[in-house]
Every structure is written in structure tokens, then in C-alpha cells.
């Protein structure tokens, strides 16, 4: 081959070469892409899994306010001794050294110690010297477990660690005068839930407990995330309005190096506080029902007539939602189990409604025309039905009884006589145009189910059998199978005060224009003006001297109300329960008021005028007192 010949443009060879070479630079330039354009983003992610770390930051609860703006529940600062890991490293590394050196001492030239349960008994020392510092100063002797250390680790290494928290204002001041300056010990600052009037509303606002966020939308899925554990409802409005009340969630992003302790913060989304959340609740009726209550089991429930904005409920036993709050001591929790205290009696247990009942039945004959308003019925003390004697409470007799004395004197053989005429399906019917047969949709959490208005079709259903005229008399004087709760009580009393068939209650306080245009879904009750005129009279007179409900009365103010007392069961004992529900003014209805009380124990006389009276009285006061001046 000549020089002229390997110098030749098309040189075959020489073309092969140039094909390669350019094919491997296509080749390159792809992979070149490749790697910047796609699988850049890959790295990045990688990149930043192992360098970036989020740290999410819940927001401060929102308020809970009484109707005029008073605090019903709020936060109150939390001051922990805490210690970051990051600063306490170089302790670790002397303490794992010295235990090191001990142990290499003891083992046999072939035996080789273990360097992971090492490490923890350094780590563990050390932080436990630094809780031993702050339990010097705060006269506490605490015991810090493993299993926390551990933990935090694992799941919280760029949170502050809790040596002692919930310092009292006596530790924090001591802390913050003794602790050296160059300690790595902080005072850090939080918040948990507070309640300025201990058990005041416990079950209308719940309490919060503390747990790990689940989800959040300001997590990112391609950066580790810490949080700090957020409150959460569990119970009243706490739990109801969770979502709403949770703060707005802040954030930090971290950069770590490669132990994944902190480096350098990058951004920062500070936490923000929700609007507070303002209740139907009167404080000061509030503090009414609860003092007249006096913690016993029972309920005291007071609505705005117009509205159906609950102004008051009281449930007893109570209890101090701040024993329950950061956390909820075995023996707190045992205490208030035993005393029966975390039912919210007003919406939560089915009870029948003795007497106060009898208001329907007298509707249900009424409406179905087999009674009248000027019908008298004469009362021995007794009726018979089938073979079976029912007895009135005035075992003497309430002689000629007409509508409206039969509602002031409580007139069981009245309602007997009244409730077999109309008969079950109606009176059924009756409380059913009256909502009683759902619950009332209050905005609480664990409203009951379970409340029954028989009739033969229930009973049957149930497994009970036939339904015989007997279960008629007693479902007529509110006895028998039904079961209905106070907060459906107190929506009928103020239904009947609105001569409407449904009331609609909110826990929520509404504008002044809502208030007044609230459409609570039901008719009006359309009976005759004379035949509730009669109802209202004999209801006036049962608050006056008298009548059963005298004990209600208030000087000065009109008020319409009803009695009731029934048995109940109870853990397989028959216990008694008193009753009282009414309304006032009567001619101008703003307030209705449904009153519980439980007996105590087996056979403890209770009357509903004189147990559940007395506790209507005083919330009957307070309005009068504050509203109608």
C-alpha cells in the first residue's frame, strides 16, 4: 500500500473509523443527557433524602369562647427541660470510649465486646447525667427509659428531647436562674390545652389528647419528616371541631449531615393560629346549672327558644379536663370511670321521660279528637286496666280532673283514661311529629341512638310479643318501653313553647339574623287556640302554689313547666329519676329548660318537683337576672 493510498478520502477503513467514532459520541452525548435530564432528577431525590430533612410544626388550637367572648377553653405555655442530641455528641464519643476501654479490660484477648448495646449504655448515661442536672435544681427525681431514647432516635433526631417536662412555675424559675449559661440544657416553650374553669362544660368542650400526625399537605414525600405531636379531640366539641380548631401546620427544612444531625436550616414556615370557635354557651348559665346540679348524676340543659342555640348543659358527674391534658394519668382515667363521669348524660343515655311525657299523650287525644280540653275525668287514685290496677301517684285521688289540672297536679288515671282512647299509634305518632323518634343532630360527638317510642310494631320486632292495653297506660304517663334522652326533652319544651313540632339545637352561637330566621324544619303543632291555651294554663299552674313544679317558681317571671318522675334501670337495679321541663316567660317564650337528676341509689326518693325543681329555678334566675331586667 502507497502513501496515495492511506491518505485517500474514501478510504474505507478511514470511514469505518469515523462511523465508530461518531456513533460512540451519540452514544455519550445520550448518556450525557440522559444522566442531566432524567436521571438527574433520581440523584436529586437521592441527594436529597439523604441530605434535606423536614420538620413540621403544628399550629397553637384555636380558642373556645362562650357566646359573649369569654374563654372556655385555650392554651397555657408548656415548659420542658430538653436537650438536642447534636449538642451532646462529643459526650457520646467520650462516654463510649471509656466504656469501651473498661469492657476491653474484662473480655478475654479472643472475645470481642458489643458495640451497638455499648453505644446505647454511652448514649443513655450521658442523657441520664444531663436529667440528674435539671432533678438537682427542680427537686424531681426522674428515671429516663431506654425505650424513649431509643425511640427518639430513630423517629425524632432533629426534635429537642424531653429530659422533664411540664415544669411548674417554681422549677422553670429555678432552671432558668441555675442552669450554667454554656449548659446544653434549654427551657423549651410549648403549649398544651387549658380549661380556666376546670369542669366546667367537661363534656360539652371534651378534652385532647397528644399523637403522631398521620397525614399533612405540606409533607414531602421525598424528604424524611419530623414532627412534633399534635393535640387532637377525643371527646365535645374538641372532637367535633378537630379540623377547625387545628392550627395551621408550619414548617422547617433542614440540611443534615451525613449522621443526620443538623446542619444548616433552609427554609422556614412558621405555624399560625385557627380563628377561635365561639359557642351557644351562657357562661353564667352555664356556672348555674352546673353549681344547682352540684355533680350529681344527672342533666341541666337551657336553649334559646327562637334560635335553638343551647345556652347551658350541664352533665354529672363531671370532671377537670386539665388532668386529662398533655397526657391522661391510669389513675385520673380509673377515678372518673368509677364515678360514671365521662357519660355526657344530656345526649348520650336514653331514659324514660315520666310525666313530662304526658304533654304528648294529652296532644296525641287532642289531635284525634277522643279528648277535649273541657273533659273531666274522675280520679279515685286507681284505674283499672284488663285485670291489672294502675295507681296514681295521689293515691287518694285528684278527684274531677279537667286538662289543664290534670297537667298541674300530674294526674296519672287522667292520662290512663286520656292515653287508651287515643291508643298507641297515635301517641306514637304524635312524639314522632316531634322528632323524638331521631336524635336531635346536636354538633357533639356520641349523641345515642338507642332511644325507643314503642308500638306494637317495635314490640314485636324487638322479641317482646304482643302489645297488650297495659303497655298503652304506661307509655301514656311516659313509663313503659320509652326511652328518649334530656336534650330531646329540651327540644320538645321548646317546640311546645314555639308551638312548633321541631326545634333544631346548635352548640354553635348564631348571628343575630340567623337567630331570628332559623328554620328548624318542623309545622306548627295546629291544634286548636283554646286546647293549648289549656296545656299552657295547666302548665303555668304546675309552677304555681300547688302545683307539682312549685318549686321552679321564680318571682316575677311566668313560667310554664312539667314534672316527671320514673324508674329507670341500672347496672340490675331499679333506680329512680326526677324530671323537670318547662319554658319562660310564658306568654313570650325565650328560654326552655330540661332538668335530669339520677337517684343515687336504689330506692332513693326523688320527686321531680322537688329534686329537678330547684335546679330549674336557678338557671329560671339567672336569665331573669341578666335577660329580662
Known amino acids: ?211 403522631d400526625p398521620v397525614d399533612d399537605p405540606l409533607m414531602d414525600p421525598n424528604i424524611k419528616t419530623f414532627t412534633f405531636q399534635a393535640k387532637r379531640g377525643r371527646t365535645g366539641l374538641e372532637r367535633a371541631f378537630d379540623e377547625r380548631l387545628q392550627g395551621q401546620t408550619g414548617a422547617e427544612v433542614w440540611r443534615v449531615d451525613p449522621l443526620g444531625f443538623q446542619d444548616l436550616r433552609l427554609s422556614l414556615i412558621p405555624p399560625r393560629q385557627s380563628p377561635a370557635l365561639i359557642t351557644s354557651l351562657d357562661l353564667d348559665l352555664q356556672k348555674a346549672a352546673e353549681s344547682a346540679l352540684d355533680n350529681r348524676r344527672g342533666a341541666a340543659i337551657a336553649i334559646d327558644v327562637r334560635s335553638g342555640e343551647v345556652l347551658a348543659m350541664a352533665s354529672g358527674p363531671g370532671y377537670d379536663a386539665n388532668r386529662l391534658t398533655p397526657f391522661i394519668p391510669r389513675s385520673v382515667s380509673e377515678e372518673i370511670d368509677a364515678s360514671g363521669g365521662w357519660l355526657n348524660r344530656a345526649i348520650q343515655l336514653g331514659y324514660p321521660p315520666g310525666s313530662t311525657f304526658k304533654l304528648l299523650t294529652a296532644m296525641a287525644g287532642l289531635r284525634n279528637e277522643t279528648l277535649f280540653e273541657q273533659d273531666e275525668v274522675h280520679c279515685p287514685g286507681l284505674h283499672r286496666v284488663g285485670n291489672r290496677l294502675f295507681y296514681c301517684h295521689n293515691r287518694a285521688g285528684c278527684g274531677m280532673v279537667d286538662l289543664a289540672r290534670s297537667v298541674q297536679l300530674s294526674c296519672n288515671v287522667y292520662y290512663y283514661v286520656a292515653g287508651l282512647n287515643a291508643g298507641i299509634n297515635a301517641i306514637a305518632a304524635e312524639a314522632r311529629r316531634f322528632g323524638l323518634d331521631r336524635r336531635t343532630g346536636i354538633e357533639l360527638p356520641f349523641e345515642t341512638g338507642r332511644t325507643i317510642i314503642p308500638d306494637p310494631d317495635w314490640k314485636r320486632s ?76 295547666g302548665m303555668e299552674l304546675a309552677v304555681a302554689p300547688g302545683g307539682t313544679g312549685r318549686m321552679a317558681a321564680v318571682p316575677g317571671l311566668r313560667i310554664g313547666g312539667k314534672t316527671g318522675t320514673a324508674q329507670f334501670r341500672a347496672d340490675g337495679q331499679n333506680i329512680n329519676l326526677a324530671w323537670f321541663i318547662g319554658f319562660a316567660p310564658i306568654d313570650d317564650p325565650h328560654i326552655a329548660i330540661c332538668v335530669l337528676i339520677e337517684g343515687e341509689r336504689p330506692g332513693q326518693a326523688l320527686a321531680g318537683g322537688s329534686t329537678a325543681g330547684p335546679v330549674a329555678r336557678r338557671l329560671f334566675e339567672t336569665y331573669k337576672e341578666k335577660y329580662l331586667r
Open 1 to 211: 500500500m502507497n502513501a496515495f493510498d492511506i491518505h485517500r478520502g474514501d478510504n474505507p477503513r478511514i470511514r469505518l473509523l469515523l462511523l465508530l467514532i461518531a456513533v460512540a459520541s451519540v452514544v455519550l452525548l445520550m448518556g450525557l443527557a440522559w444522566q442531566q435530564l432524567i436521571a438527574g432528577r433520581v440523584y436529586l431525590e437521592m441527594e436529597q433524602r439523604q441530605t434535606l430533612r423536614q420538620i413540621l410544626l403544628p399550629g397553637p388550637r384555636a380558642d373556645i369562647l362562650d357566646r359573649e367572648g369569654r374563654l372556655l377553653a385555650g392554651n397555657r405555655p408548656l415548659f420542658s427541660a430538653v436537650i438536642y442530641l447534636d449538642d451532646i455528641r462529643p459526650d457520646f464519643r467520650r462516654e463510649y470510649s471509656r466504656l469501651l476501654r473498661e469492657v476491653r479490660q474484662q473480655l478475654a484477648d479472643n472475645e470481642l465486646p458489643d458495640y451497638a448495646e455499648l453505644q446505647w449504655q454511652a448514649r443513655l448515661a450521658v442523657v441520664q447525667s444531663y436529667v440528674d442536672q435539671v432533678d438537682a435544681i427542680a427537686g424531681r427525681q426522674t428515671e429516663f427509659p431506654l425505650r424513649t431514647l431509643i425511640r427518639h432516635f430513630n423517629e425524632r433526631l432533629l426534635l429537642p428531647l424531653n429530659l422533664v417536662s411540664d415544669l411548674n412555675s417554681n422549677e422553670y424559675a429555678r432552671l432558668i436562674e441555675q442552669l450554667p449559661t454554656q449548659s446544653p440544657i434549654q427551657i423549651h416553650a410549648d403549649s398544651t390545652r387549658f380549661y380556666p374553669h376546670h369542669s366546667l362544660a367537661a363534656h360539652v368542650l371534651g378534652f385532647v389528647t397528644l399523637e
Open 462 to 537: 324487638d322479641g317482646r310479643g304482643s302489645w297488650f292495653p297495659g303497655d298503652t297506660a304506661n307509655t301514656s304517663i311516659g313509663q313503659g318501653f320509652l326511652l328518649l334522652t334530656p336534650m330531646q326533652m329540651a327540644t320538645f319544651a321548646a317546640s311546645l313553647a314555639r308551638g312548633e313540632t321541631r326545634t333544631k339545637p346548635t352548640i354553635l352561637a348564631l348571628s343575630p339574623e340567623e337567630a331570628a330566621t332559623r328554620d328548624h324544619g318542623g309545622e306548627r303543632i295546629s291544634l286548636p287556640a283554646s286546647e293549648m291555651a289549656a296545656i299552657y294554663a
